[in-house]
């Protein structure tokens, strides 16, 4: 079954602590993307990659980090450095980074308890 | 300028009226435009992607792009309860590269 897969669906995390979200793709899709959504609000880009072994900062990447050592995966670590990570984090893919769609995987909550 | 604007609404419409959902982009440069709706709590899911200046129709939904006037909108026609949901306007942001980037979304509420 192809699709976009994202976990936990729900994350706890200590203040403090560096947590890292999980996300696969087996769309061989070439671009994945991260974003940051807070209630009421859109949708702000973190950080994305055009094609493996390679990444670019978003909107609001600091406090963040990103790894793409392999095409369908593209960890995301929400470090101690970002105050306020309580959010729902959605990571997308698409074929290619210009003209093509993107398609989510079902996202995960973050809380800091 | 922000990259991309939407009017955050809600918007509200009878039940089997067009809804008009619209968005202003910034980028001359953007080729790719895409409407996805994204019901509370869940992640968007793509309804629509448009590349050409015109419309384009999908059952119920029609896209309409005018790069000129660097303007894109979705119409529902038929509104359905079901339509309820908020309706992000996404592009490709040419000047940074390539990042697909999204506007802050309408809330579209479909009336009985």
């Known amino acids: 079954d192809g699709g976009i897969t994202q976990s936990p669906k729900y994350l706890f995390r200590k203040e403090g602590q560096n947590v890292t979200l999980s996300c696969e793709q087996n769309l061989n899709h070439d671009a994945m993307y991260w974003y940051r959504q807070d209630p009421g609000q859109g949708l702000r880009l973190i950080y994305y990659s055009q094609i493996v072994n390679d990444f670019q900062k978003g909107d609001i990447a600091e406090g963040y980090s990103v790894s793409r050592e392999k095409k369908e995966s593209f960890p995301l670590t929400v470090t101690s450095a970002q105050k306020n990570p309580t959010a729902f984090y959605l990571c997308?893919?698409?074929?290619?980074?210009?003209?093509?769609?993107?398609?989510f995987g079902q996202g995960t909550r973050l809380t800091v308890v | 300028q922000k990259e991309v604007e939407q009017n955050s609404g809600p918007l509200s419409v009878p039940e089997g009226a067009i809804a008009s959902l619209n968005c202003t982009y910034s980028d001359r440069g953007s080729q790719s435009f895409f409407w996805y709706r994204q019901y509370s709590g869940k992640s968007p899911e793509l309804i629509m992607s448009i590349y050409s200046n015109g419309d384009k129709e999908d059952g119920r939904f029609t896209a309409q792009l005018n790069k000129a006037s660097q303007y894109v909108s979705l119409l529902i026609r038929d509104s359905q309860p079901s339509d309820s949901a908020t309706y992000l306007c996404?592009?490709?942001?040419?000047?940074?590269?390539?990042?697909?980037?999204f506007g802050t979304g309408t809330q579209l509420k479909v009336e009985l």
């Open positions: 996404a592009f490709v942001f040419t000047g940074g590269g390539n990042k697909l980037t």
């Open positions: 997308a893919s698409s074929q290619d980074s210009r003209n093509t769609e993107a398609f």
